[in-house]
Every structure is written in C-alpha cells, then in structure tokens.
C-alpha cells in the first residue's frame, strides 16, 4: 500500500472517531453537565428537620426547596441560594449557618428539577422556570439577596437581569461569563458553540441588572477557569467587589469563610452605583 493511501486511510479512521465523540458529546452533554444527588426525599427531609430547615413548598404544595427563618429576630434580608451541578440543596446549609449567625436572615435554598427526589429533568430552561417560580414564592416585603455557586451563578445572573427590582444583590461563587467559555476549555477540539444547547450566557443576563455584585474566585479552579470569573466581573457596569482566595481550588471556594461573608454582607449594605474595589486573599 503507498504512502498516500495509508495517509488517507489514517485520515477516514480519525475523522471517523472525532465524529463518533462528537456525536457522543451531542447525545451525552445533559449527563456530563448535570449530577443531581439521589437521596431520597424522606432521608432529605430528615436531615433538614435535625438542621433547623423545612420543606419550602410553591403554590400547588409541592417541596421546592428548603427554608430557615431568621434565627435572630426579625429578618433583615431574605437570601436565596442557587446550587451548583452537583448533590442536593441540603449540601448547601452551610451558607445559611454563615450568613444567620452574623444577622437576621429568612433563607432559602432551591431545588432544582430532577435533584433531590424533585420532579423534571435539569436543563436551562427547567432550572431558571425554577428560579423564576422560587423567587415569587419568597413573601413580597423581603429584600431578596441571590447567592449562586458554580453553574448556579448563570442561573442567579438570569434571574438578576430578568428581575432587577426584585434582586438587590448578588453573590456569584465561582461563576462564568458563559457555559459556552466554560465548556470549550474543556473540550477545544470540538465545536462547543454549535453543539451545547444550556448556553448560560450569564455576562449578558447581567447587562440588564445593575444592583451591587459580589464575587468569589479560587485562585486554583481547574473546574470553571478564574479568568472566566474575572471577565464577567470586570464586564460588569454595576457597583462590584471581587474576592480571590490565591490557593483554593473550585470545591474549597465553596466552603463558608467568615470574614468573607460578613464583608459580602457590608458590602451589600453599604454598596453605592459607581463604587468597587478588590481584595485578594
């Protein structure tokens, strides 16, 4: 066989495999992207009601999520949480413990369609449906503050850009200005753009948001690269503060920092158009 026809052949078999993973990619990208915890709702409910939570229920009485009332009094502020790909909204009680022990709090965490013993399948469209209803389930004379980690950060851009009088601050941890940035830094050979149906272009949601943005990067996130994080907070017109924790990768950024919160808390309070600043840890 001639030099060129083993060329070509090895050509075929190549373009033949990186259309099969192509194909795969397409078919699979839902299951690479979402990983809902499959506890089942009763363990669920247990182990909010040993964590001080109960079920958070929507207008047909079905559990969205779950809610802590202030454990200080009158709330201040009601804070929202949206989760990231992996696990359930249990996994997220932390945060509640962070933010009630420095103020009155009413807090609520979101479910997301197929987590957690939930109804529904997770896509795009099914988890800001899910944003949209939890935030008109929160009582309409509580300021709402929106925390979102991971691919929650999407999820919270939306919502702050499609309710701006209703968010009045936001919490990105570890965001992106999009999935599509995201997901092609993980995949450069192949054709992101044209191929990934749950896009999240969260720096464009937030052009029509202008409340006060928090953001909080791992200096070491191999998951969702800290410039991503850095482009969607330095695109941003609003009045912002950026945090960076030098050594952490993308699941330690996660973890409640005390100052970090309190100072997120100060900053929302305090925040006026045009301000912002930085701080590096």
């Not at 839902?30 to 958070?56: N, T």
């Not at 079905?62 to 200080?72: F, L």
């Not at 987590?115 to 988890?127: F, V």
């Not at 450069?188 to 202008?210: E, G, M, N």
């Amino acid at each position: 066989m001639s030099a060129a026809r083993i060329a070509l052949s090895a050509l075929l078999i190549v373009t033949g495999l990186y259309v099969v993973c192509l194909v795969a990619l397409t078919l699979a990208q839902r299951r690479l992207m979402y990983f809902p915890c499959r506890a089942s709702p009763k363990d669920l409910q247990k182990f909010a009601e040993k964590s001080g939570f109960s079920s958070w229920l929507n207008s047909r009485g079905e559990t969205i999520g779950w809610h802590r009332p202030s454990q200080q009094g009158p709330a201040r502020r009601c804070i929202l949480v949206l989760h990231g790909n992996a696990g359930c909204a249990t996994d997220r009680f932390p945060y509640a413990d962070a933010f009630q022990a420095i103020e009155p709090i009413d807090f609520y965490i979101l479910e997301y369609p197929g987590y957690g013993g939930r109804a529904g399948s997770p896509t795009q469209t099914s988890l800001l449906h899910a944003a949209e209803e939890a935030l008109g389930s929160i009582p309409k004379p509580c300021a709402v503050f929106v925390v979102g980690e991971s691919l929650g950060t999407g999820v919270a851009a939306w919502l702050a850009g499609t309710f701006p009088q209703r968010v009045s601050g936001l919490f990105l941890v570890a965001p992106y200005n999009s999935m599509t940035a995201a997901a092609q830094r993980h995949m450069p050979l192949f054709p992101v753009k044209a191929i990934l149906r749950d896009r999240y272009p969260s720096s464009t949601w937030l052009k029509q948001y202008s409340g006060p943005l928090a953001v909080l990067l791992a200096g070491k996130d191999t998951v969702v690269p800290t410039d991503l994080g850095r482009d969607l907070f330095e695109t941003y017109r609003g009045p912002k503060k950026l945090w960076i924790e030098p050594e952490a990768d993308h699941n330690e950024v996660h973890d409640p920092h005390g100052a970090v919160w309190r100072e997120v808390l100060e900053f929302w309070n305090s925040s006026l158009p045009g301000k912002g600043g930085e701080v590096v840890r």
